[in-house]
């Protein structure tokens, strides 16, 4: 009899607790904060964009390793070669690249217009003699919307660094862009 009273109490006080403004109290002996709508965000019926999210993370993740040295077939922190370098990153979030550029250029969804690029998607560029076979890898960092784009990629001279499309080098060897998330 005492436990079914004890219970019946403890739902009446729930009952009536929960009924009470809402509060951002975190525990029960802080402070009560008043309730305030500007504080008390409601739920958003945004759904996340996982493939944004997922290709912003990864070029998060990349960003650690800017100045690591450049090592021609490289593919750990220690040294990475430009195609090394997307693998690693991309294996990091589940998903194996080919472990040259030529490779890698054959994965994922081709990107025929720069306006559409997205962060994490994979550029790609001709070898130094300016060829328009696939020489070099690079990921989008950002993308202007109007065809201009950052990317991170481990470069002969300077290791991993952050280039702009619109650099002559890197302009006029441009061949074409990937997406895989």
């Not at 993370?57 to 990349?62: D, H, N, T, W």
């Not at 550029?101 to 560029?125: A, C, E, H, K, P």
Request: with cysteine; glycine share 14%; hydrophobic share 35%.
């Amino acid at each position: 009899m005492k436990r079914t009273l004890l219970i019946v109490c403890l739902v009446v006080w729930a009952a009536v607790g929960s009924a009470q403004q809402p509060s951002s109290r975190h525990s029960c002996w802080d402070i009560d904060i008043p309730y305030t709508p500007s504080r008390h965000i409601p739920y958003s019926t945004r759904v996340p964009d996982q493939k944004a999210d997922s290709g912003a993370m990864l070029v998060e993740y990349g960003m650690q390793f800017l100045g690591t040295p450049y090592r021609y077939g490289g593919k750990t922190p220690k040294g990475f070669d430009c195609a090394g370098y997307a693998r690693y990153l991309y294996l990091h979030f589940g998903h194996t690249l080919p472990p040259y550029s030529g490779g890698q250029y054959g994965v994922g969804r081709r990107i025929n217009d720069t306006r559409q690029l997205r962060v994490g998607d994979l550029v790609f560029f001709g070898g130094r003699k300016a060829t328009r076979s696939v020489g070099h890898t690079g990921i989008v960092v950002d993308a202007d919307g109007s065809g201009g784009f950052r990317f991170i990629h481990s470069a002969v001279n300077g290791g991993v660094i952050i280039s702009h499309s619109s650099e002559p080098y890197y302009k006029e060897r441009y061949i074409g862009a990937c997406r895989i998330f």
